[in-house]
């Protein structure tokens, strides 16, 4: 009733702080259009300069190359790694199961600095050089968490008897799995994939830490913004970047909801009958 | 069913969850071509059996041998049985001829022959046509024939079934438990169903094996389980039965002489007692609702009557059945009655003569 007439506190709220969340991120492709090296208002024309900039850059391929590399390793590694863990704590009941699981979801919430330094000093006394692997390393160990929530749940949709029919046709194991169980949680899969390269993608604080001599992506972008000249091209990089992050997450989100459908429909056929 | 070769044997098969026992010795030989049911409550190790025989779970101790062939280490994939499970496990993914061919694809068969099977099997269980469908555009018993037909594909020595009919409508039911019995004798092949309705158990086995607490309390045909039920827990799982307070009298040539409280003393020929019993044991008889009468006119006669009142009725149509209670016993007895033109209900309270016979008795330890 009141809605249309009283202002609502908790809508300005809202309001309030939706803006404070985005003003800062809608900023970022405004000012990679305006048509002048200083940041700042009001704003004076449109180019795409900044754009060509980065064209020609040479250092700043090497650390897309870096990080596309980096993103594409540690979501492989870190789904294949989820899919063992989601798959044995959704089949199997093992002492500790809570416990472990736990454990392996930690690097969630830990503080990133924190991960970033510990894991830097083992290598140290190990007498690791650092280089892109210990990157992924890093990374692996922050995106399997996130890999594992994400198939836990599509693996937890997954009907045992589905399998149980497959090896009782005559399939063998790894049969079962190739023509059953990958099929039904290949959207969880692909989900998973898609949000470890973005998450890996926009790593800062580990790959800072841990990279050697070749930078990643935000590596780079971090040393350009010593260079005021060089800050409208890192607002170019920055709108590139986000744009693709937001694609990424978007599909990641459409596979994991088309999984959560297929399983959604085969649950409630199963359910439906009872 | 001319043959009576064993096709499954059970010896003393069990199985332990733990501390708990699901299964303490269960012996068994099921016949090929039969149709097998286990039977019983809700937890009583039905699937758990099932499942053994199908090689998802190990036995705790004991052997299971299919065709004379001990099945110790052999996994379901390589075990000449076929399951038609509860939910129907249909492959989402999958279309119904793939669903269907999914096994024969296992086996590397040509794509004509899978194709040729897969149609033949379709064609058993009535759905020519549908195996472009996919899983989630059928109905339950679209769903439960093309699980049947998952397993008949395949030609296996058994096919085993845990509770297929339980998702169906009662119509749905009746109609498959007719066509899947048809199909079983037609095909020869030993089907091996659970089940927790007897109904559905006695009018579709050729044996039924009635389970409780683990271990088989009866092994018979639908018949004598009715008839002579071994137990008294058997006899009141499976259909309704009245008990009665009796003791041996005495034994004589002509046999056992009874002394049945409500119906006095009556004499049954050996034959009567089942073997292992001892007469001295026995503590109660049971009667069918349906093996005792009611006698409403003054001329209706019976081997033996007794003198009783009506407690109650109910009436279900065709049928109905009285509460009557008999003399010397406490609670009262159920009688069922044929409703035939011209007979009304009798009143709650009026007295009626009730007639039984001699071999209608079932004795009880
Ligand atoms: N994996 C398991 N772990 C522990 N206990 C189990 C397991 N499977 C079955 N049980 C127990 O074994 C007993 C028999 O189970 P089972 O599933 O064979 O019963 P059922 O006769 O098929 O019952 P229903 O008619 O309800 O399906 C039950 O008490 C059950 O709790
Ligand atoms: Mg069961």
Redesign the pocket.
């Known amino acids: 009733m009141k809605r249309g007439t009283a202002p609502n506190w908790l809508t300005i709220y809202a309001v309030a702080y939706m803006v404070f969340l985005y003003a800062p991120v809608v900023l970022l492709p405004l000012f990679a259009f305006n048509d002048a090296t200083i940041i700042a208002f009001p704003l004076s024309g449109f180019t795409t300069e900044w754009f060509k900039v980065l064209w020609s850059t040479d250092a700043l391929h090497s650390a897309v190359g870096n990080s596309a590399v980096v993103a594409f390793v540690t979501a492989l590694v870190s789904t294949f790694l989820g899919a063992c863990a989601a798959r044995a704590s959704s089949r199997y009941s093992f002492p500790a199961q809570k416990g472990i699981t736990g454990f392996i979801m930690l690097p969630l919430v830990l503080p990133e600095i924190i991960v970033a330094v510990s894991l830097i000093v083992m290598l140290m006394q190990l007498g690791l050089s650092l280089s892109l692997l210990t990157v992924v390393a890093g990374h692996v160990l922050i995106c399997t968490p996130f890999s594992i929530a994400i198939l836990s749940s599509a693996f937890a949709g997954l009907d045992q008897s589905l399998e149980e029919a497959s090896f009782d046709l005559g399939e063998s194991r790894w049969g079962t799995f190739r023509r059953v169980t990958l099929p039904l949680v290949m959207p969880g899969v692909i989900s998973s994939l898609l949000i470890c390269f973005t998450i890996s993608l926009d790593e800062f604080i580990i790959a800072f830490f841990l990279t050697g001599t070749d930078a990643t992506l935000p590596v780079y972008i971090w040393s350009q913004l010593r260079f005021p000249t060089k800050l409208p091209s890192v607002m170019a990089l920055g709108t590139i970047l986000l744009a693709l992050s937001v694609g990424l997450l978007l599909l990641a989100e459409w596979f994991r909801r088309r999984a959560v459908r297929r399983q959604g429909l085969d649950a409630s056929s199963s359910e439906g009958l009872l | 069913m001319s043959t009576t070769k064993p096709i499954i044997e059970l010896r003393d098969v069990r199985k332990s ?2 501390a ?1 026992e ?1 299964l303490k010795g269960i012996n068994a030989v099921i016949n090929e071509g039969e149709f097998f049911s286990l039977l ?12 053994m025989i199908a090689g998802f779970e190990p036995p705790t101790a004991g052997d299971i041998s299919i065709d004379g062939k001990s099945m110790d280490g052999i996994a379901a994939n390589a075990r000449p049985t076929n399951m038609v499970f509860q939910s129907y496990a249909i492959f989402p993914h999958l279309s119904v001829a793939d669903n269907v061919g999914y096994g024969l694809k296992t086996k590397k068969l040509p794509k004509a022959d899978i194709k040729r099977e897969v149609d033949g099997a379709l064609a058993m269980v009535d759905l020519v046509g549908y195996g472009d469908r996919g899983a989630h555009e059928l109905s339950g018993g679209q769903r439960q024939r093309v699980a049947l037909a998952r397993a008949l594909v395949m030609r296996p020595k058994v096919i085993l079934l ?2 297929p009919l339980s998702a169906l409508d009662k119509k749905l039911r009746d109609q498959m438990q007719f066509e899947l019995r048809e199909l079983q004798k037609s095909l020869g092949i030993t089907f091996i169903l ?1 089940t ?1 309705d007897q109904e559905e158990a006695l009018i579709m086995s050729d044996r039924i094996a009635v ?1 409780f607490e ?1 271990e088989i309390a009866q092994l018979a045909t639908p018949e004598e389980l009715y008839r002579r039920p071994a137990t008294q827990r058997v006899a009141s799982f499976i259909g309704v039965m009245n008990f009665l307070e009796a003791k041996l009298e005495s034994s004589s040539d002509q046999g056992v002489t009874l002394d049945i409280a409500a119906l006095g003393n009556v004499t049954l020929p050996y034959q009567a007692v089942p073997q292992g019993m001892n007469p001295a044991q026995i503590a109660k008889v049971g009667i069918r609702p349906e093996m005792l009468t009611l006698l409403f006119d003054p001329t209706d006669k019976a081997e033996n009557e007794v003198q009783a009142e009506v407690v109650s009725s109910d009436y279900y149509g065709d049928m109905t059945y009285y509460s009557v209670s008999l003399p010397n016993q406490k609670d009262p007895v159920i009688i069922s009655m044929r409703n035939t033109a011209g007979r009304s209900i009798a009143a709650p309270g009026s007295p009626v003569r009730v007639g039984w016979g001699v071999e209608s008795v079932v004795l009880f330890e």
């Open positions: 969850f733990g708990f699901a019983g409550p809700s937890g009583c190790g039905k699937t758990t059996l099932l499942r845990d509770e659970v927790h389970m683990g």
